[in-house]
Every structure is written in C-alpha cells, then in structure tokens.
C-alpha cells in the first residue's frame, strides 16, 4: 500500500491531536483528565471514590469523574481511548482489578470491560508505578531512553520497567512489583502477606515510624528535640521539613557535636556531611 507523506502527515497530526482521557482511581477519591497528545492536560476533574459497598457503585463514581469533565461545556464527551491507573494488584493484560487492598469494593472485577460498554471506546487499565513510568518515558525524566526503572515513594514504594518503550508486565502481569521485594526477613508484615517487604521498611509512613522508635531509643536526639518531646508528632512530612528547612541548625549543631567528641573548638567553616 502506497501513502504519500502528505498523507502520512495528516495521520499524524490527527493522532497528535486526539484527546485522551485519563484516570487516576485512589482509595477515596477518582481523578480524571482530558490529554492531548503532547500530554497537556485541556480539562481535569477530581470526585470522591466510594470504596466499599456493591462494585457498580465504584464504575459510578469512575462514571461520575469522567462526566464532570465535560458538564460545564455542553458537549457531548469525545475522546479517542481511556486509560486507568488504579491500586493493584490488577491483571493490565485483561483489565480485572483482582483484590486491591486499598479498594476492597472491586474483587475480580472486569473494569476495562465496564468503562469500554459505557463509552464505547478502548480501555487499558495498569498500576499506578507503570502508569508514572510510561509518563516519565514519554513526557518526562526518562524522554529519550527506551529501558527505564522508575521508582516513587509515598503511602506504598512502587515501581516501574520499561524495556524498549514498553511498559514489561511479565508472565502474570504483575513484573516490576518493587515494593514488595523482602529485604529484612525480621521487618515487619506487609500489606501483601509478606513480611519485610521494601515498603514496609522505606515507604513514608515506615521513615516515620523509624524515626519515632529511634527518638525512643536515643531520647537526646535533635528529632526529639524539633519534635517538641513527643515522638508521636513525627510523620515522614514532618522529617523532610527538618532536612530541608532547619538545614543549617542541623549542620551548626551536628559540626559542633562533631567538634564536642574531637575536644576541639569549632572551626568558622563548614564541615563536610
Ligand atoms: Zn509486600
């Protein structure tokens, strides 16, 4: 078959331009967004999820994120494919959310098959962490490489593999599940059954958690002390804003306790840390 480049030309501009819709499924809240094809976002939306109760009720809230974007305009909703990223695990392969902890409303529930009945377009739905990769690769961090590993920290540690601009789902869909590598056979029990899985060890709330059962253990620590005595004010925010805002009484301090322990008075200098 025969295309001129004037033709090529034009598919490839109807391509660019076509808007897709995007989702973000959380625990409690749906976030949705109309994307062009250089990844701005024209239109976005954010409603509250239900989280327990029958499954239907979780597609209505999905339904309602997705209509919220185009109740102001008048316009009936076009766009070209839906993607959804929603709390795992999920098979992205067939579209089920299989039992996500996080989102206990949807047990073995063909999500992609609901969304693609409502609006008769093609869904794909994938982990948060794959999602955020494949963003990263296209419009991001990782623009121009073609094998990528992308990692966040947040409420969980989740990550992503990207080989040859694909997103590497694996035999069972679930390859790149990071944050459940063991890394301490004595941490604590996960989310996932296991017990010292990397979340559990370096996710934000576990930073947290260290810290406070440090403070316990080294009552005369600065943490103590910025954290007014009580361990328990402590979160993993709250450890960042004592790194980043409060650096130089850090470094003051630490440089001279450095200097307390060598018997020598402090220099005017900065010390290396
Ligand atoms: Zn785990």
New binding site residues.
Partial sequence: MHHSSTDESRVRIERDTELILGVDIGGTKVAAGLVDGQGVIREQSRTPMVSAGDPAEGLSSVSAAIDALFSHSGESPEFGAIGICAPGPLNPLTGVIINPPNLPIWQNYPLADELRKLYKVNVRIDNDANAAALAEAKWGAGRGYRNIFYATIGTGVGTGILFDGKIYHGRTGAAGEG??IGVDIHGPI?????RG?I??MAAGPAIARRARQKISAFPRSLLKEMSGGDPQTVTSRRSTWGRTHDFHGTRRRAKNALCHASKEKPPNGAVAM
Avoid: I, R
């Fill in positions: 944050g459940h996960c989310n996932c059954g296991k899985c979340e559990t």
